[in-house]
Nanobody, 114 residues
Framework: QVQLVESGGGLVQPGGSLRLSCAAS????????MGWYRQAPGKQRELAAV???????NYADSAKGRFTISRDNAKNTVYLQMNSLKPEDTAVYYC????????WGQGTQVTVSS
């Protein structure tokens, strides 16, 4: 079973930036499309960004132009660079495959507030 460990969240002011990281266990990481999901309080988890095994990317409309997803297969790690953050980006951020594995990591909290 793949284990996923997210990090890099925190408190940031509107307009600020954060870079999230997700380390995956195992040696099958490179074969999977990977995504960053987020869940805001009282809302369903949504897929914010995806990177395919070949490196193509796709973003939710709310993330386009502000977020950049990338991956380093040698390090079994996927990243999410978030710029121009808004209060509505406040959520717990998770990484997982797309479609997701059955298990989830603990997520990393991102809070955008002045």
């Amino acid at each position: 079973q793949v284990q996923l460990v997210e990090s890099g969240g925190g408190l940031v002011q509107p307009g600020g930036s954060l870079r999230l990281s997700c380390a995956a266990s195992g040696n099958i990481f490179r074969f999977y499309d990977m995504g960053w999901y987020r869940q805001a309080p009282g809302k369903q988890r949504e897929l914010a960004a995806v990177i395919t095994s070949g490196g193509s990317t796709n973003y939710a409309d709310s993330a386009k132009g502000r977020f950049t997803i990338s991956r380093d297969n040698a390090k079994n790690t996927v990243y999410l660079q978030m710029n121009s953050l808004k209060p509505e980006d406040t959520a717990v951020y998770y990484c997982n495959a797309d479609p997701p594995f059955s298990g989830w990591g603990q997520g990393t909290q991102v809070t955008v507030s002045s």
